[in-house]
């Protein structure tokens, strides 16, 4: 099995890092194809913790080719940032490789995303304000800034004129702030291309030569489904595709080539930002969730919004990413809990809808269907079998399995990298 995508399920934030590190010791490559440094993947090596944004995280793991791929919008700053705090804890970063062909992210794109995001007023997305979506849209308007620009200063100079001449005057007309001058950019672009040159190439050809080879690929997606911007809950998104044909368009490797795709999802379900979230829950059991499975982001440290698992959502996940296995983690997150409530479809309007409904109103007004399943107190982080879970625990995967879409075939039991259960192999089994 060459090539395997990794997706969020839900609304980002299931364990993907986690599922990543995983599997990294049995792979080759791994591709960062969507996103930018609005995602955060916390990864836990024994005592060791790390936070990743835009670098894949299976970096951490010694022998792994890291790529980041067409996809991705890159803030070459932060990727420094990044690479260096990594190089100071010995990870060996040298042999990252970056798309000729990704967009930049610049000093405008970060100061564009605020400002629209503070104009939209209680409508605001709650972005994570590092100009992800000025940056694609600047790259579907066709005036973006792509890595292979910073070669060539003559090139760089007229594609940075035409992109800042429009937002100038908006800036300054609309937004009330100061002109952003062509040299300031220009100069902070070139300034990073000698150290950037060694990493840029042609990683679409790459790609595809590693699987010709019978190379082992995995592709990290960023975000989730619900997020994704044609697939979630528009407006209240990210700005790319973070579904598994995300994999395909922002790497060049083509849909026929990814062989498994395997989704994250959480044992209940997390959301950073606006947007509609059926389960979430406003009393007590979500600050319990929050409490309990530590949900502040990664990358702004918000606290996340929880509620319980939403299964018309992960059969939504199964259907548009098309996902052979599903890996749950945080299960031990719900030990300790009497009853464990399951959305198992939708109350809209007086109307019971069973899957995510297509109109965004009625999934504004979709309100859950519970079905409750009996939980289990025994401290299941040290459990590596499925079968030595307390029965309760087996059963409540087992029920969720049936209703979401694909199989199980992983289950998280705690942070740390081999806190998890394996019913199939995820590579071949
Ligand atoms: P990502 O964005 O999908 O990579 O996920 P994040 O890293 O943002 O958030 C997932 C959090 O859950 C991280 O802090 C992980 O260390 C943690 N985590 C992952 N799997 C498990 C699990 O099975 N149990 C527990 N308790 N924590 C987990
Ligand atoms: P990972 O990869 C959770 C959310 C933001 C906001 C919306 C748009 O860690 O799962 P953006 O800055 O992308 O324009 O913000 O998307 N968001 C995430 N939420 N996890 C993420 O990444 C996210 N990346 C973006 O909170 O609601
Ligand atoms: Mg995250």
Not at 67 to 93: C, K, P, Q, T, Y
Not at 299 to 323: F, H, K, M
Not at 335 to 364: K, N
């Amino acid at each position: 099995m060459p090539a395997i995508v990794i997706i969020g399920a839900q609304w980002g934030d299931e364990g993907k890092g986690k599922a990543t590190d995983l599997l990294a010791s049995r792979i080759d490559y791994v591709v960062k194809f969507n996103g930018g440094n609005n995602a955060g993947h916390t990864v836990v090596i024994g005592d060791q913790k790390y936070a990743l944004h835009l670098l894949p995280s299976g970096i951490l793991s010694p022998g792994v080719i890291p790529v980041i791929s067409n996809g991705v919008v890159i803030d070459i700053e932060v990727l420094f940032h990044e690479l260096d705090a990594l190089i100071a804890r010995d990870v060996d970063v040298t042999k990252l490789l970056v798309s000729a062909n990704a967009h930049v992210i610049t000093h405008y794109h970060r100061t564009m995303d605020k400002v629209t995001e503070r104009f939209l007023g209680k409508r605001q997305i709650g972005t994570t304000g590092r100009g992800i979506g000025p940056a694609y849209a600047d790259k579907i308007n066709r005036v973006g800034i792509r890595i292979q620009d910073l070669f060539d200063e003559n090139i760089l100079r007229q594609k940075v004129e035409g992109a800042l001449h429009q937002k100038n005057h908006l800036l300054v007309k609309i937004y009330n702030r100061r002109a952003i001058a062509v040299d300031e950019i220009v100069d902070d672009l070139l300034g990073y291309a000698e150290r950037l040159r060694p990493m840029v190439a042609d990683t679409g050809l790459i790609l595809n030569q590693a699987l010709d080879a019978g190379k082992t690929v995995l592709f990290e997606g960023g975000q989730a489904t619900m997020l994704d911007v044609d697939h979630g809950t528009y407006p209240f998104v990210t700005s790319s595709n973070s579904t598994s044909g995300g994999a395909s368009t922002g790497s060049g490797v083509a849909p026929n080539r990814l062989d498994r795709v395997i989704g994250i999802v959480k044992a209940y379900t997390t959301r950073v930002g606006a947007g509609p979230f059926p389960t979430e829950l406003h009393d007590e059991s979500g600050e319990w969730l929050r409490a309990r499975g530590f949900e502040f982001g990664t990358t702004t440290g918000r606290p996340r919004r929880t509620g319980w698992y939403d299964a018309p959502v992960a059969r939504y996940s199964a259907r548009i990413n098309g996902v052979t296995d599903y890996v749950m983690t945080k299960l031990d997150v719900l030990t300790g809990l009497e009853r464990i409530p399951v959305c198992v479809a939708y109350d809209v309007d007086g109307v019971r809808v069973d899957e995510v409904p297509v109109s965004q109103s009625d999934f504004h007004h979709a309100v859950p269907i519970y079905e409750e399943f009996p939980g289990w107190t025994e401290d299941i982080t040290g459990v590596r079998e499925f079968a030595d879970l307390p029965k309760n625990a087996q059963d409540y995967v087992l029920a969720i399995e049936r209703i979401s879409g694909a199989r199980i075939s992983a289950i998280g039991v705690g942070p740390g990298r081999d806190a998890i259960v394996v019913r199939h192999d995820l590579i071949d089994g």
